[in-house]
Protein backbone atom coordinates (compact mmCIF):
# COMPACT_ATOMS: atom_id res chain seq x y z
CA UNK A 1 0.00 0.00 0.00
CA UNK A 2 2.92 2.14 0.39
CA UNK A 3 2.91 3.43 -3.91
CA UNK A 4 -0.69 4.03 -3.34
CA UNK A 5 -0.28 6.26 -0.15
CA UNK A 6 2.66 8.08 -2.35
CA UNK A 7 1.01 8.47 -5.40
CA UNK A 8 -2.54 10.31 -2.97
CA UNK A 9 0.47 12.87 -1.67
CA UNK A 10 0.46 14.93 -4.58
CA UNK A 11 -2.59 15.83 -6.33
CA UNK A 12 -2.62 18.28 -9.48
CA UNK A 13 -2.18 21.65 -8.72
CA UNK A 14 -2.22 22.44 -12.25
CA UNK A 15 -5.13 23.76 -14.04
CA UNK A 16 -6.37 20.64 -15.40
CA UNK A 17 -7.80 20.59 -19.48
CA UNK A 18 -11.44 21.13 -19.82
CA UNK A 19 -13.69 18.06 -20.06
CA UNK A 20 -13.77 18.33 -23.27
CA UNK A 21 -14.04 15.18 -25.16
CA UNK A 22 -10.89 15.81 -28.17
CA UNK A 23 -8.10 17.24 -28.01
CA UNK A 24 -6.17 18.44 -30.92
CA UNK A 25 -2.47 17.72 -30.66
CA UNK A 26 0.33 18.21 -34.36
CA UNK A 27 1.79 15.25 -35.78
CA UNK A 28 5.13 15.47 -34.41
CA UNK A 29 4.41 15.75 -30.34
CA UNK A 30 1.94 12.81 -31.28
CA UNK A 31 4.85 11.35 -32.78
CA UNK A 32 7.05 11.73 -29.65
CA UNK A 33 4.87 9.74 -27.15
CA UNK A 34 5.10 6.80 -29.72
CA UNK A 35 8.84 7.37 -29.76
CA UNK A 36 8.86 7.40 -25.99
CA UNK A 37 6.63 4.33 -25.93
CA UNK A 38 9.21 2.65 -27.94
CA UNK A 39 12.25 3.39 -26.40
CA UNK A 40 10.83 2.11 -23.24
CA UNK A 41 9.58 -1.02 -24.46
CA UNK A 42 9.31 -3.68 -23.29
CA UNK A 43 8.38 -1.42 -19.60
CA UNK A 44 6.15 1.10 -19.77
CA UNK A 45 6.39 4.64 -20.34
CA UNK A 46 4.01 7.65 -18.75
CA UNK A 47 4.30 11.38 -19.58
CA UNK A 48 2.40 14.50 -19.35
CA UNK A 49 0.72 16.71 -22.09
CA UNK A 50 0.77 20.28 -21.29
CA UNK A 51 -2.51 21.78 -23.55
CA UNK A 52 -4.07 25.29 -24.11
CA UNK A 53 -8.01 25.81 -25.20
CA UNK A 54 -7.95 21.88 -26.04
CA UNK A 55 -4.70 21.93 -28.38
CA UNK A 56 -1.53 19.53 -27.25
CA UNK A 57 0.85 22.13 -26.83
CA UNK A 58 3.96 20.39 -25.18
CA UNK A 59 4.60 16.42 -24.27
CA UNK A 60 6.71 15.93 -21.65
CA UNK A 61 8.56 12.97 -20.64
CA UNK A 62 8.14 11.59 -17.25
CA UNK A 63 10.01 8.23 -15.71
CA UNK A 64 8.63 4.74 -14.81
CA UNK A 65 9.31 4.61 -11.58
CA UNK A 66 7.88 0.74 -11.49
CA UNK A 67 10.48 0.43 -14.49
CA UNK A 68 7.77 -2.21 -15.42
CA UNK A 69 6.08 -3.79 -18.37
CA UNK A 70 2.92 -3.94 -16.23
CA UNK A 71 2.28 -1.02 -14.42
CA UNK A 72 3.62 2.99 -14.45
CA UNK A 73 4.01 5.00 -11.59
CA UNK A 74 5.10 9.00 -11.80
CA UNK A 75 7.20 10.11 -8.13
CA UNK A 76 5.88 12.58 -6.26
CA UNK A 77 8.71 14.57 -6.74
CA UNK A 78 8.87 14.02 -10.58
CA UNK A 79 4.77 15.02 -10.98
CA UNK A 80 5.17 18.18 -9.15
CA UNK A 81 8.52 19.37 -10.98
CA UNK A 82 6.07 18.33 -13.94
CA UNK A 83 3.16 20.38 -12.92
CA UNK A 84 5.23 23.47 -12.03
CA UNK A 85 6.82 23.36 -15.79
CA UNK A 86 3.84 23.23 -17.21
CA UNK A 87 1.90 25.87 -14.95
CA UNK A 88 5.15 27.95 -15.90
CA UNK A 89 4.74 27.70 -19.44
CA UNK A 90 0.74 28.63 -18.72
CA UNK A 91 -0.81 25.52 -19.90
CA UNK A 92 -3.30 22.84 -18.41
CA UNK A 93 -2.79 19.57 -17.85
CA UNK A 94 -4.60 18.08 -20.98
CA UNK A 95 -3.40 14.81 -20.51
CA UNK A 96 -1.38 11.89 -19.37
CA UNK A 97 0.09 9.34 -21.62
CA UNK A 98 1.26 5.73 -21.12
CA UNK A 99 2.13 2.56 -23.19
CA UNK A 100 0.97 -0.74 -23.00
CA UNK A 101 3.56 -2.71 -24.65
CA UNK A 102 1.49 -6.36 -24.18
CA UNK A 103 -1.74 -5.54 -24.29
CA UNK A 104 -4.37 -3.47 -26.34
CA UNK A 105 -4.14 0.37 -25.44
CA UNK A 106 -7.59 0.37 -22.84
CA UNK A 107 -7.32 1.43 -19.58
CA UNK A 108 -6.37 -1.27 -17.02
CA UNK A 109 -8.03 -1.70 -13.70
CA UNK A 110 -5.21 -0.32 -12.39
CA UNK A 111 -5.30 2.95 -14.75
CA UNK A 112 -8.58 3.52 -13.47
CA UNK A 113 -7.99 3.52 -9.61
CA UNK A 114 -5.18 5.76 -10.74
CA UNK A 115 -7.53 8.38 -12.78
CA UNK A 116 -9.43 8.72 -9.80
CA UNK A 117 -6.45 10.74 -8.43
CA UNK A 118 -6.39 12.59 -11.45
CA UNK A 119 -10.42 14.30 -12.46
CA UNK A 120 -10.65 16.22 -15.53
CA UNK A 121 -7.32 15.04 -17.64
CA UNK A 122 -7.60 12.81 -20.69
CA UNK A 123 -6.03 9.36 -20.86
CA UNK A 124 -3.81 8.79 -23.44
CA UNK A 125 -2.56 4.97 -23.67
CA UNK A 126 -0.19 3.79 -26.65
CA UNK A 127 -0.36 0.31 -27.58
CA UNK A 128 2.70 -1.42 -28.97
CA UNK A 129 1.13 -5.02 -29.24
CA UNK A 130 0.69 -5.11 -32.38
CA UNK A 131 3.32 -4.22 -36.00
CA UNK A 132 1.71 -0.75 -35.68
CA UNK A 133 1.64 1.77 -32.57
CA UNK A 134 -2.17 1.90 -32.23
CA UNK A 135 -2.60 5.08 -29.85
CA UNK A 136 -6.54 5.60 -27.94
CA UNK A 137 -7.79 8.35 -25.95
CA UNK A 138 -9.89 8.22 -23.25
CA UNK A 139 -11.99 9.66 -20.42
CA UNK A 140 -11.70 8.26 -17.01
CA UNK A 141 -14.49 10.06 -14.82
CA UNK A 142 -15.49 7.94 -11.15
CA UNK A 143 -14.43 4.85 -12.36
CA UNK A 144 -16.34 5.22 -15.72
CA UNK A 145 -14.18 4.73 -18.66
CA UNK A 146 -15.27 6.61 -22.34
CA UNK A 147 -14.19 7.26 -24.96
CA UNK A 148 -11.96 10.13 -26.58
CA UNK A 149 -10.85 11.29 -29.34
CA UNK A 150 -7.38 12.87 -29.94
CA UNK A 151 -6.50 14.74 -33.50
CA UNK A 152 -3.39 14.55 -35.12
CA UNK A 153 -3.34 17.69 -37.75
ZN1 LIG B 1 -2.27 1.22 -18.48
Not at 45 to 56: E, F, I, P
Not at 63 to 72: G, M
Not at 89 to 95: C, I, R, T
Request: glycine share 6%; charged share 25%.
Amino acid sequence: MAVRDRQQLIRPRVRVGSLAPTMKIARPLYDEMIAHAREEAPNECCGMVGSSDGHAVEVYRATNAEASPLRFRIDPEEQLELHNKIDDAGLDLGAIYHSHTRTAPKPSQTDINFAKLWPGVLWIIVGLDGDQAEVRTWRIEDGQVSDAELVVE
